[in-house]
């Protein structure tokens, strides 16, 4: 999807891997499985995918937060996975990332100005106390709280100023790369525009570039530049936002797109097109061949026997037997009401 | 300790009375020296045994060398609220660094950590610490350790627990992703949320550390004459229940009355700081 | 200028066709008392008005009283709320009934979907003794023919298999067919009305989409009426006949769903719209926000509640609460603003 030279991440074929317990056996839940894509500095990806598609596993492995099975992350060039503890330490100031619900992510016994202050305190200890409290106070007011919060503990703030308290945190170290796991999902609606367009001004004038989980399509295609589409722990497509939302190339895609809620009432709203039948299934059995073919309106017999590989169709990179097919069809009917 | 959580404790009624009742205590026993005319150790061999009266200056009697029982109990109480606070404090410093290290470090080293726990539980207390005085001589310090060094097993066993599932929390996994580790991760993340669960479990332990004291002193092992503390002094009592019940009666009313309150306090702490509480 | 209030609160619009009003709904207050003694208004002086098998969608954000306005309707609220005003079904007075009273009515005539299934279900039951159960609390029938039912209502929620999955524990499900189950559940006793609080909020959306359409062929089939609470404005678009937008505890807009999303005529109900991303047109650089947060229900406003953090807001705003008031054949908005909308959509463009 690059063109650039040298990308700031670049992502290798990689595993996560859970060990569990079903019905007492012990069993390998392969929750991401060879997924590469690259991301240039200031760019921003989505990852989008329902719920078990392994979003949050690739968030946490390329912070190193669960460990990964196989595969290489380079970030700047350096392979994060071979790190030793220190060294990993003395990247993360370079990495950063917001949860999904912000008030679990913060210390419930912990002062605002203690939290926000944190990652000085780890990174820079040799920054006196008053520079580090004027750099707390600087980026409290960059995200919008102001300095009479400093002394608040988290319970006293919404989910809003939560988030807004944990994207202080997460920047001031200035990172180079902000992994956002689902970070508007548990907002109110009015909140949840406010702390995109926030995340968005940030990102612009630091610089940062970005990793955008989500389950909410237009929340990504507001906030990305480019999209990755995952199924049960696999890329299905790749793509640069424009020709993903206009011609998505997947038969997933289509249908994520599809099943989207409406702006505005439609005309015929119970002959509606569901975009899927069917739930995922479970990554403990995931079906032969293709991952999708199950639930896919497309699927032929081969989809059963033989995995297909990524591949360049059109814009964007799908991994689909029958993409070049699709790409002929009409693209989607247009969605709003 | 927030103040919301002590107005919450302090509307449930037995939790107030059990307060008034332990500051009363503790307040008299910390100002006995200047409150009362009577010394604890000089007898007064012409009041022997008195049964308490409010004419004669003695309100509870006295003790069978002529002094004054209610100075006798205040200075007992010290001595026990004493052994209790300070044993306490021991195990929840000692129970605490256990706990939260092999909860939060996990693996092998909890492994290890827990089984010298399991061992040390195993070991009898009474005759553990008769082994000790024995070996080393009746000694105040040598109570503290010998009550301290049980104690802290019940806390370190709690706070590990807590600590495992403390771990789990998000807030913990962004502390990583800031750069937090190891020792500074324990101290500024685990051992504050603890503090709750801690408080709880120390104010039930002090009554628990008082009866071991009184247990170890009615048996000859605790603290010694002239020196009382409210466990000897019921032993004293018990010997001269026949002729002058009130010698067992009174310390045995105070020591009760410490129990109940710390224990009612610490229930009542229990419910303050529970979340399910908050309305 | 606005002429002063009414005398009487105008009654909130039914569809033509239906003269009967199935519930009706007069001047509901829910409150809560605090420490302090002060009761803390949730609820404020809601009028609302549902037809045999319409769906009216209630919409806002968290806090602004939607659910407990829900709950009020089946005496649900807690032993705490204090919950005043009138609530009619079929004539019947709900508000005051005795618990036992008030349980002929639950699951039998007015059931209720939650928001989440996995806890709305009992891990430890079948899901066929769980359907059986909810049908023979309220109706006198073997066990034979409540089984038969539960099988019934298994497909009626599309549920294949059904047989089986009677015997089958609410874990051995995915989420989706737990929200079949929970929907096939309400549906035993025949109920005239559901009560769904946010039935498709825990789902995935292509799961989302699924049950919304399943909900709306049913209210049809059966001529079920449904009370929808939501948040997403999307759900409402696709699923509501009449839209009831709420606000600090009281309702401030009411319109079929095609005039809301079209000509909405308060602030709030244009910026709920224009809050959210889209998947189609240009893309942009910002979104359309409503600055600040919801006010405290203990600490509202004077005035009207969403002044504030309102892009129209007149002086008078801080001075009286508006009312509510009928500006055409089925619109209702309580808002002082009589100009045109729009600000907000064209700054987002």
């Avoid at chain 2, 495992?164 to 051992?191: D, N, T, Y």
């Avoid at chain 3, 005529?265 to 359309?288: F, T």
Wanted: glycine fraction near 8%; hydrophobic fraction near 50%.
């Amino acid at each position: 999807m690059n063109t650039v030279p040298a990308p700031l991440l670049a992502v290798e074929n990689l595993c996560v891997d859970y060990h569990v317990r079903v019905d007492g056996q012990r069993a390998w839940l392969h929750a991401v499985s060879d997924v590469s894509f690259q991301l240039a500095g200031g760019q921003s990806l989505g990852i989008v995918g329902e719920s078990g598609s392994g979003k949050s596993s690739i968030a946490r492995a390329l912070l190193r937060l669960v460990p990964a099975a196989a595969g290489r992350v380079y970030f700047e060039g350096q392979d994060l996975l071979q790190l030793s503890g220190r060294e990993l330490r003395r990247m993360r100031r370079d990495l950063q990332l917001i949860f999904q619900d912000p008030l679990a992510s913060l210390d419930p016994r912990m002062s605002v100005g203690d939290t926000v202050g944190e990652p000085l305190r780890m990174f820079e200890p040799a920054l006196s106390a008053a520079a580090r409290s004027a750099r707390t106070t600087a980026m409290l007011e960059a995200v919008g709280l102001s300095v009479q919060h400093l002394h608040r503990l988290p319970h006293e703030f919404s989910g809003g100023q939560a988030q807004r308290i944990a994207i202080a945190r997460a920047l001031i170290t200035r990172p180079r790369l902000l992994v956002c796991d689902e970070p508007l999902s548990s907002l109110d609606v009015s909140i949840k525009s406010q702390i995109a367009n926030l995340l968005m001004q940030l990102q612009r004038e630091l610089g940062l570039s970005m990793v955008f989980i989500s389950h909410d399509l237009a929340a990504v295609r507001f906030a990305c530049s480019h999209v990755l589409v995952l199924y049960l722990g696999r890329v299905m497509e790749l793509a640069a936002r424009d020709p993903l939302f206009s011609a998505a190339g997947h038969p997933y895609t289509r249908a994520l797109l599809r099943a989207a809620l409406p702006r505005a009432p439609r005309p015929a709203r119970a002959r509606a097109h569901v975009g899927l039948s069917g739930e995922i299934p479970s990554a403990l059995r995931p079906p032969s061949g293709c991952v999708f073919r199950t639930r896919c309106a497309y699927a032929v017999e081969r989809c059963a026997r033989e995995q297909p590989a990524l591949r360049r169709v059109a814009d964007s990179l799908v991994a689909c037997h029958r993409a070049e097919e699709l790409a002929a069809e009409p693209p989607l009917a247009t969605l709003a009401g | 300790m927030k103040r919301q959580t002590l107005s919450r404790l302090m509307r449930q009624p037995m939790a107030r009375v059990a307060a008034v009742l332990l500051a009363t205590i503790v307040l008299a026993a910390l100002l006995v020296p200047w409150l009362s005319p009577y010394d604890s150790y000089t007898p007064n061999f012409a009041l022997l045994s008195h049964a308490p009266t409010l004419a004669g200056g003695h309100v509870l009697g006295t003790d069978p060398l002529g002094r004054d029982l209610l100075v006798r109990v205040m200075w007992g109480c010290r001595i026990s609220l004493a052994v209790g606070v300070v044993a306490t404090l021991m195990s929840v410093v000692i129970g605490v660094t256990w706990g939260a290290i092999a909860g939060y470090a996990g693996g092998t080293i909890d492994q290890v950590m827990m089984r010298v726990v399991d061992v040390l539980y195993s070991v009898p207390f009474v005759p553990f610490v008769i082994v000790l005085t024995v070996l080393f001589g009746r000694d105040l310090w040598l109570m503290f350790l010998a009550i301290g060094a049980v104690c802290w097993l019940d806390i370190a066993r709690i706070v590990r627990g807590q600590t495992l599932s403390l771990k789990q929390r998000e807030f913990i996994e962004a502390a990583r992703v800031c750069g937090v580790h190891g020792a500074a991760m324990i101290r500024r993340h685990i051992v504050p949320n603890l503090f709750g669960i801690v408080i709880v479990y120390a104010t039930l332990t002090i009554p628990t550390v008082i009866l071991f004291e009184a247990l170890l002193s009615f048996l000859g092992m605790g603290v010694q004459s002239p020196m009382a503390s409210l466990g000897s002094l019921v032993a004293d009592g018990a010997s001269d229940m026949q002729s002058h019940p009130h010698l067992l009666i009174v310390p045995a009313l105070f020591l009760s009355s410490i129990i109940y309150a710390f224990n009612y306090l610490g229930d009542g702490l229990r419910r303050a700081l529970d979340p399910r509480n908050r309305a | 200028m606005m002429s002063m209030a009414l005398p009487q609160p105008p009654d909130p619009a039914l569809p033509a066709a239906s003269a009967v009003p199935l519930l009706r709904l007069r001047e509901v207050c829910v409150a809560y008392p605090t420490a302090s003694g002060a009761a803390v208004p949730v609820v404020r002086n809601v009028d609302l008005q549902l037809a045999p098998g319409e769906i009216l969608g209630l919409a806002g954000e968290s806090g602004c009283g939607k659910t407990q306005l829900l709950l009020s309707i089946l005496g649900l609220n807690g032993p705490h709320a204090l919950v005043s005003g009138s609530v009619n079904y079929r004539g019947q007075e709900l508000v005051g009934l005795r618990t036992a009273e008030l349980n002929a009515v639950r699951g039998a005539r007015i059931a209720m979907v939650f928001q989440d299934p996995a806890t709305a279900l009992n891990p430890y039951l079948r899901i066929g003794a769980q359907l059986i159960e909810m049908l023979r609390a309220h109706a006198r029938v073997s066990e034979r023919q409540a089984r038969e039912r539960a099988f019934e209502m298994l497909e009626a929620v599309q549920i294949g298999d059904a047989r089986r999955r009677l015997r089958q524990y609410p874990h051995e499900l995915s989420g989706g067919m737990r929200q079949r189950v929970v929907i096939a559940m309400a549906l035993m006793a025949s109920p005239e009305m559901l009560l769904a609080d946010e039935p498709t909020t825990a789902l995935d959306v292509t799961v989302q989409a699924q049950i919304l359409r399943l909900l709306r062929e049913l209210c049809e089939r059966r001529g079920i009426a449904v009370l929808l609470v939501t948040h997403d404005m999307g759900v409402i678009a696709e699923l509501a006949d009449r839209v009831a937008v709420m606000y600090a505890g009281r309702i401030v807009e009411q319109a079929p769903v095609e005039t809301l999303f079209e000509r909405a005529l308060h602030p709030y109900s244009e910026a709920l719209q224009a809050c959210v991303p889209r998947l189609d047109g240009p893309a942009v650089q910002r979104l359309a926000s409503i600055p600040g947060v919801p006010p405290d229900p203990a600490a509202l406003p004077r005035g009207c509640a969403f002044a504030p953090r309102c892009a129209y807001h007149l002086p008078i705003c801080q001075e009286r609460v508006p009312p509510l008031l009928q500006t055409t054949a089925q619109h209702w908005k309580a808002c002082h603003y009589e100009g045109p909308l729009g600000r907000l959509r064209d700054s987002a463009a």
